[in-house]
């Protein structure tokens, strides 16, 4: 079993930069697609940006493009999300998501979420 913890979300000015992390627990870490998503209130969840095991290739929402970097150290356990040049529009509960299954088509391993708002 794989738990994914969270953190770094808060309240930031519109332009504003958070950067996210997300710390998993057990030794296969660096085998895991993983992913951040995020869903806004009355809004479904979006994915946001995802990495391949090796950090190679990386894939954004177009919305994010530009502003957010999806990075990862495996020795470390942890995938990072860089949000730059915050807006509005960025608020919501981000999650970080793990070892994508190509059957079911929904990833295996997910996080509690972490809130970030964006103030204008």
């Known amino acids: 079993q794989v738990q994914l913890v969270e953190s770094g979300g808060g309240l930031v000015q519109a332009g504003g930069s958070l950067r996210l992390s997300c710390a998993a627990s057990?030794?296969?870490?660096?085998?895991?697609?993983m992913a951040w998503f995020r869903q806004a209130p009355g809004k479904e969840r979006e994915v946001v940006a995802t990495?391949?095991?090796?950090?190679?290739?990386?894939t954004y929402a177009d919305s994010v493009k530009g502003r957010f970097t999806i990075s990862r150290d495996n020795a470390k356990n942890t995938v990072y999300l860089q949000m730059s040049s915050l807006k509005p529009e960025d608020t919501a509960s981000y999650y970080c998501?793990?070892?994508?299954?190509?059957?079911?088509?929904?990833?295996?391993?997910w996080g509690q979420g972490t809130q970030v708002t964006v103030s204008s």
């Open positions: 057990g030794r296969s870490f660096s085998r895991y697609t």
């Open positions: 998501a793990g070892q994508y299954n190509f059957y079911t088509r929904e990833y295996v391993y």
């Open positions: 990495i391949d095991r090796s950090g190679g290739s990386t």
